[in-house]
């Protein structure tokens, strides 16, 4: 699954070790899953939630939702036994957590199989600084952005305009858009507070992110409508395409919509607009 042909606008975490919340999870309107075995998931019950989580997946019922398993990070006493448990339970793809390098991406891949999607977590200042050899590993399909971890670690302030962290989050979504992969931008902690994730999600909209990682099911209604285009948006992007189809016929290579020049690469990002509109309506179809 990608974001041309799946949307990735609400991204729920969900605990690995909750048999309830596994179960609401295949009625919920988000567009993809994390099952969380790594910090939902305490130290004396990890053991029980992994094979919670297998079952849970093998039954299915999760529909086109995105199935992502978060896994715990290889340098732990669990991670190992994760993989071996998880990696034919039907997932969709792996999250492996605590990323600094491409090597740990490879010692992941190594216990995997060859066509089984990863994604990382980039939560670290050296995850940040290596992004771009991260996202262009050939098994990674997907970053998620850590912003709390990587709050902790520069030791920086919260504010609601996540300035301390805009250069980390531009540069994940470039090293995701360099590669050609999904990227997701963190979570929004006040998760009752609806006019503050509306807004931090229209900012992760703005600078390109897919969609957003979620803590709680209120969140989700929000979240998709902030990622999904508009249908001023749509009506744009098929009026371009029109009028620019109609230039190429007559043999110009620019038109003119709503007094603005298009060009190719407007056309570009009008089918992008189309195809992320239409995956949604698919998804909706369910």
Known sequence: MDASTHPYRSVLY????????????????CDAIIFDLEDAVAPD??????????QALRDGGYGKRAKIVRIN???TKWGLEDVQVLRDA????ILLPKVNTRSDVDNLADLLAPDTPIWTMMETPVSVFNARDIAAHGRVTGLVTGTNDLT?????????????????????????????????????????????LKAECEQGRDLGFDGKTLIHPAQIEVTNTAFAPTSSEIDLAERQIAAY???????????????????????????????KANAIAEMAAE
């Open 73 to 75: 990070a290889l340098t």
């Open 152 to 196: 902790k670690d520069l030791g920086s302030r919260y504010r609601a305009d996540r300035l301390p962290l805009m250069s980390a989050l531009q540069m994940i979504v470039m090293a995701a858009r360099a590669a050609r992969i999904v990227a997701i931008d963190g979570v929004y902690n006040r998760f009752r507070e609806g006019d503050g």
């Open 245 to 275: 189809q109609e230039s190429q016929a007559s043999g110009l290579g620019i038109a003119v919509v709503d007094g603005q020049i298009v060009e190719n690469l407007h056309v570009v990002a009008a089918q992008r607009t189309l195809a």
């Open 45 to 54: 019950a990890k053991d029980e939630a992994r094979q919670m989580l297998a």
């Open 90 to 93: 039907g997932a969709d793809a």
């Open 14 to 29: 969900i605990p690995g070790s909750k048999e309830r919340a596994l179960d609401k999870a295949r009625s919920l309107p």
